[in-house]
């Protein structure tokens, strides 16, 4: 059983940065591929980014040139530096974690992930 603590969120102006982190425990964290999504008020979870297992990197449209994925493995986490934020990324973003035997795997499913973190909130607000 693997746990995943989201953390990093809060209340940040438009254009501004945040850097968002998960903290793994409790299964080998190398043997997962890790992505984040988000969640806004009445809408439904949606795919923000994932890295592979051997670090291959996935963003969503709306988000790419803006945000960087990496990975820990050593550390056990996973980050993301979310910069040039602007109102409409803000959500409650979770972290997640996929089994997968493959290096190279990644998804943008909320059904292949195994893993959930708690959430983290971000709100970017003049």
């Known amino acids: 059983q693997v746990q995943l603590v989201d953390s990093g969120g809060g209340l940040v102006q438009p254009g501004g940065s945040l850097r968002l982190s998960c903290a793994a425990s409790?299964?080998?964290?190398?043997?997962?591929?890790m992505g984040w999504f988000r969640q806004a008020p009445g809408k439904e979870r949606e795919f923000v980014s994932a890295i592979s297992r051997g670090a291959s990197v996935y963003y969503a449209d709306s988000v790419k040139d803006r945000f960087t994925i990496s990975r820990d493995n050593a550390k056990n986490a996973v980050s993301l530096q979310m910069n040039n934020l602007k109102p409409e990324d803000t959500a409650v973003y979770y972290c997640?974690?996929?089994?997968?035997?493959?290096?190279?795997?990644?998804?943008?499913?909320?059904?292949?992930?195994?893993?959930w973190g708690q959430g983290t909130q971000v709100t970017v607000s003049s």
């Open positions: 409790g299964g080998t964290f190398s043997n997962y591929a």
């Open positions: 997640a974690a996929q089994r997968t035997f493959y290096r190279g795997t990644y998804s943008d499913r909320t059904n292949d992930y195994d893993y």
